[in-house]
């Protein structure tokens, strides 16, 4: 069984953060899906979520590609978690590109297309001006 695991957010969930779990689960048989605590959102990551941490799970968690949901509570626990869930595949948006090559040691490394049209900014800005969306 190829297991693969990705990191995020997922606020306001939309269709590019389905996309990317879609893509990501294509490249093997088991998704872990490691979900930023409201915690690490607001101290590390500067975001307020509009979902708390449950309901951003609740809604992974319905998603098909998804097998597991479990929570990101710091930056340096991705070498802990590929040993722990026994990763063959890391995968992030190409948004980080880069930013995560030291963890080929332990895994293959996959950035893949951001969806450009679609961000939670976005969706917020709409909603905040009662702009139709341009999507
Ligand atoms: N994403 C995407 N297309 C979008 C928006 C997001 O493909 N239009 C991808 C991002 O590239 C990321 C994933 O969806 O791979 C989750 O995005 P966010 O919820 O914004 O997560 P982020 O803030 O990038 O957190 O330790 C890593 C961090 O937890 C990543």
């Known amino acids: ?13 939309h269709y590019g953060h ?3 779990l879609q893509r990501a689960k294509a490249l093997g048989d088991y998704l872990v899906v490691v979900l ?9 990551k500067s975001k307020v979520c509009y979902f708390n941490y449950e309901k951003r799970k609740q809604l992974l968690e319905a998603i098909r590609y998804v097998d597991l949901v479990v929570p990101e509570y710091a930056w340096e626990q ?3 978690d590929i040993q722990l869930y026994k990763i063959d595949v890391f995968v992030m948006g190409d ?4 930013k995560f090559d030291f963890l080929n040691k332990y895994c293959d490394v996959v950035y893949l297309e951001r969806t450009p049209e679609i961000s ?3 969706i917020k800005e709409s909603l905040a ?3 139709e969306s341009s999507c």
């Open 78 to 80: 991705k070498v802990d």
């Open 36 to 44: 930023s605590t409201d915690e690490f959102n607001f101290n590390m």
């Open 95 to 98: 948004d980080w590109r880069g």
């Open 18 to 20: 389905v996309s990317i």
């Open 129 to 131: 001006t009662n702009k």
């Open 120 to 122: 939670t900014t976005q």
């Open 1 to 13: 069984m190829k297991r693969v695991i990705t990191y995020g957010t997922f606020d306001l969930l």
